[in-house]
C-alpha cells in the first residue's frame, strides 16, 4: 500500500510530476510544496504561489494556469487570504487525493470558475466557502443568486467530487451538503439539459452566404497580405530599437487601409496587430468549415500541419493535429481530409505565424519542420506588443491567439440575416421545434453562428443524398463531399486509417449524418414531394404509403428510423433517385440508368425537371455526333426511351388534373 498521493494529472515526456503528498501528514501541504515542475526540476510554481501554472502539463503546450485571485480590485486582505487558502484546499483534495482518473486541465479551469464565483459571494456576506457548501441553506441562497445553468451543473459536479474524497483525516476532509440538495440539483440540471437546443444545421441560403464571405475575406487579404506583414514587421522592429514608430497610415497603401479599416474603423497599430488576428480567425473557420473540426482541435494546430498527397494525378489533402475531446484530456493524434481551400486556409494562417515566430528569432525553414505543439499555427499576436508589453515564450512554448466567436466583431459582413426562407427550411427540417417563438430565429436579425453548427451542417449537406438543391452551396460542397466519400464512408479502405478507434471524430458523425441526410432527402423528394413521380419506388410509395387522397399513412420518425436500420436507402441520381440498399451494378455500366428505365426498375424514383435536363443535355451531345456511326444510334435509342419516360409522366399528371 502506498503512503504517498500523487497528483492525478497526465504528465507530458517533457515535464516532472510535482511533489507527492505525504498520506500520514494531518495537515495541508507547506507553501513550498512543489505544483508544477520543468523536467529538469526547476520549480515552476508552489502550493503557496497565487497562481499554479501548470501550462507546462496542458497536452496543447497553451498557456494554463490556475488564478486564484477572484476580485477585480484592491488588495490581498485577510479575508481574502483566507478564502484563496480555501480555494486552493479544494483543488488539493480534487488533484492529489482523488484515486479516479485524472482529470483534464479544461476541467480544472471549469472548476476554479465555479469556485471563484463561491469566493467572491462568501466576501460580499463574510462568510467562508466551507460554510456554504457544508450549509443548505446558505449554499440554495449562492444558486438563487446565480442563472447560469452550466455554473449550478459544474459546482454539482464539484460537490460530487469531494463527496467521494475521503483523506481518512477530519482536518483534511471538507464536508458538503446532504442527499437532498443534491437531489434538487440533479432536477435543476436537467432541466438546463432540456433547455439546451440541439445545434441545428445552419439553413442552405446562410451557409452558402457564409462559406463565399469566408473565402472572399481571404481573397481581399491575400491581395495586401505582403504589405501587411511587412508593415508589422517594420513596426515591430522600431519599437525594439526604441525608434520612433512611423506613421503607418502615411506608408500604407491605400487597398491596405481600407482593408484595416472596413474590419476595425480604424488605422492604428493597434488595430493592424487586430487584423492579422482577425485574418487567423478567418482561416480557422474556414479549415473547420471544410473538415468538420472542434473548436479546440483547430485552436491548437501545429504549425506544420498540411500535407498534400497526389493519386491518380488528383491532389488531396489531409490535415494533421491532436484532440483532448472525450480523452480524460490526454492527447492523442489525429487527421482530417480536407479540400484545397482548407489547404489553403492553413498557408494563410502560416503566413501569418511566419512573421510572428520571426519575431521571436524563429525561421519557418528552419525550426517549424517538425509535428510538434511547441509551434501551435495560431500563435498569438500578442507577441508582437503592439498592445502591451510583448510576451515572452515560457518554457519553450508559445501561447496560441483566442479566437473563439465570442472574441470578434461579430464577424462583419461575414454571417447574413435571416430571411423567411430560411424559418421555411428550419421547419421543414424539424417540423416540430417552434423556430419562430425563439428570440435568435427572428426575420432580420443576423444568424446566430456557433462553430459547432459548421460541424452538424457539413456532415448533413456533404452527402452525396440529394438533400441540397441550393446550386451554389452544391458547387461549393462538391470537392469535400468527393473526399468525405472516399475517405469516411463506412466500408472505405482509408476510414479505419483516419478514425481508427476515435469514436468522435468527425468521420463517424458524418457516417451518421448519412443516414440522417439521406432520410430527409428521400422525405423531402419522393414523401412530400409535389411534382408528379414516376417508377417502381414512386408507385408503391403511391399505392402503399399513401391513402386515396394522398395523404402519408408512415410519419417522419418511423421512416428515419427504416434508413437508420438500413431498411431503406435513398441516394440522387441523374434522373431522380434509387432506393436500393448497397450498390448498384447499373450506375457504373449506364450513368443515364437506361436499363433502370427499361425495366421500371423497383428502386427507381424519376422526377421530371430532373429528367427534362437530362434530354436536353442528351440531344445536345447527340448533334455533335456523326450519324452514321454505332454511337450514334444508341444514343438517339437511349433519347427515344428518355423521351417516352416523360411522355408517360405527362400522360400521368394529365390524368390527375
Not at 466576501?123 to 467562508?128: I, K, P, R, W, Y
Not at 425563439?438 to 444568424?447: H, L, P, R, S, V
Request: aromatic share 10%.
Amino acid at each position: 500500500m502506498s503512503f504517498f498521493a500523487t497528483a492525478k494529472i497526465n504528465i507530458p515526456a517533457n515535464s516532472s510530476a510535482p511533489d507527492t503528498f505525504n498520506l500520514e501528514n494531518t495537515c495541508l501541504p507547506s507553501s513550498n510544496f512543489v505544483v508544477s515542475r520543468l523536467k529538469d526540476g526547476t520549480v515552476v510554481s508552489t502550493y503557496g504561489d497565487l497562481v499554479w501554472d501548470f501550462s507546462i502539463y496542458h497536452p496543447e503546450k497553451k498557456t494554463d494556469p490556475l488564478i486564484f485571485k477572484y476580485w477585480e480590485n484592491g488588495e490581498i486582505t485577510y479575508q481574502r487570504e483566507q478564502l484563496i487558502a480555501e480555494m486552493k484546499h479544494i483543488f488539493f483534495l480534487i488533484i492529489w487525493m482523488r484515486n479516479k482518473t485524472p482529470l483534464s486541465t479544461g476541467t480544472l479551469r471549469n472548476y476554479l470558475s465555479v469556485v471563484r464565483a463561491l469566493a467572491h459571494y462568501a466576501e460580499n456576506g463574510s462568510l467562508t466557502i466551507k460554510a456554504i457548501i457544508g450549509n443548505q441553506n446558505l449554499l440554495l441562497g449562492f444558486i438563487s443568486r446565480n442563472s447560469s445553468g452550466w455554473l449550478i451543473e459544474t459546482l454539482s459536479s464539484l460537490l460530487r467530487l469531494l463527496v467521494l474524497v475521503d483523506t481518512g483525516e477530519s482536518r483534511l476532509n471538507i464536508s458538503v451538503v446532504g442527499k437532498e440538495v443534491f437531489k434538487l440539483l440533479y432536477r435543476n440540471n436537467q432541466q438546463y439539459r432540456n433547455t439546451i437546443k440541439q445545434h441545428p444545421p445552419i439553413p442552405t441560403r446562410i451557409y452558402s452566404k457564409i462559406i463565399s464571405n469566408l473565402l472572399e475575406y481571404l481573397d481581399n487579404w491575400e491581395k495586401v497580405a505582403d504589405e501587411h506583414i511587412d508593415l508589422v514587421l517594420e513596426c515591430y522592429h522600431s519599437r525594439l530599437i526604441r525608434k520612433k514608430t512611423p506613421n503607418i497610415k502615411t506608408e500604407a497603401s491605400r487597398n491596405l487601409v481600407a482593408f484595416v479599416e472596413l474590419q476595425t474603423e480604424n488605422f492604428s497599430l493597434k488595430q493592424l496587430s487586430a487584423a492579422l488576428t482577425d485574418v487567423q480567425r478567418i482561416s480557422k473557420l474556414i479549415i473547420q468549415v471544410f473538415t468538420g473540426m472542434r473548436d479546440e482541435e483547430a485552436q491548437t494546430l501545429p504549425f506544420n500541419c498540411v500535407e498534400k498527397i497526389i493519386s491518380n494525378a488528383q491532389d488531396h489533402y489531409v490535415i494533421r493535429g491532436r484532440t483532448t475531446k472525450f480523452n480524460h484530456g490526454k492527447a492523442h493524434r489525429t487527421k482530417w481530409v480536407t479540400n484545397y481551400e482548407g489547404a489553403r486556409a492553413v498557408q494563410v494562417a502560416q503566413k501569418v505565424a511566419t512573421a510572428i515566430y520571426l519575431t521571436q528569432g524563429i525561421t519557418a525553414k528552419n525550426d517549424l519542420l517538425d509535428l510538434s505543439n511547441n509551434h501551435p499555427l495560431y500563435i498569438s499576436s500578442s507577441y508582437l506588443g503592439f498592445t502591451n508589453r510583448p510576451v515572452a515564450s515560457k518554457h519553450n512554448q508559445f501561447s496560441t491567439a483566442h479566437l473563439f466567436l465570442n472574441g470578434s466583431r461579430k464577424l462583419k459582413g461575414i454571417v447574413p440575416k435571416i430571411e423567411e426562407e430560411d424559418l421555411y427550411e428550419l421547419e421543414q427540417l424539424d417540423p416540430h421545434r417552434a423556430w419562430r417563438s425563439e428570440e435568435k430565429f427572428q426575420i432580420g436579425i443576423q444568424w446566430s453562428l456557433t462553430t459547432h453548427q459548421l460541424r452538424r451542417s457539413l456532415a448533413l449537406y456533404a452527402q452525396r443524398s440529394g438533400l441540397v438543391s441550393l446550386p451554389s452551396l452544391r458547387r461549393q460542397l462538391q470537392h469535400i463531399t468527393n473526399e468525405m466519400t472516399n475517405y469516411y464512408a463506412k466500408g472505405s479502405s482509408f476510414a479505419k486509417d483516419f478514425i481508427n478507434d476515435d469514436k468522435k471524430h468527425f468521420g463517424i458523425e458524418w457516417q451518421d449524418g448519412q443516414f440522417e441526410s439521406s432520410s430527409l432527402s428521400y422525405i423531402f423528394n419522393v414523401l412530400l414531394s409535389k411534382d408528379v413521380l414516376y417508377g417502381g419506388h414512386a408507385h408503391w410509395v403511391e399505392n402503399r404509403l399513401k391513402d386515396k387522397n394522398g395523404v402519408l399513412l408512415v410519419d417522419r420518425k418511423e421512416t428515419m428510423n427504416r434508413f437508420k436500420k438500413g431498411e431503406i436507402a435513398y441516394k440522387e441520381t441523374i434522373v431522380g433517385g434509387c432506393t436500393k440498399v448497397g450498390l448498384c451494378n447499373q450506375v457504373a455500366l449506364n450513368w443515364l440508368q437506361i436499363n433502370c428505365l427499361k425495366d421500371n426498375c423497383r428502386h427507381l424514383v424519376v422526377n421530371l425537371p430532373k429528367l427534362e435536363r437530362v434530354i436536353k443535355a442528351q440531344k445536345k451531345m447527340i448533334s455533335f455526333l456523326d450519324i452514321t456511326t454505332v454511337e450514334y444510334r444508341t444514343e438517339i435509342s437511349h433519347l427515344e426511351l428518355l423521351n417516352a419516360t416523360k411522355n408517360t409522366i405527362l400522360n400521368i399528371q394529365g390524368d390527375e388534373s
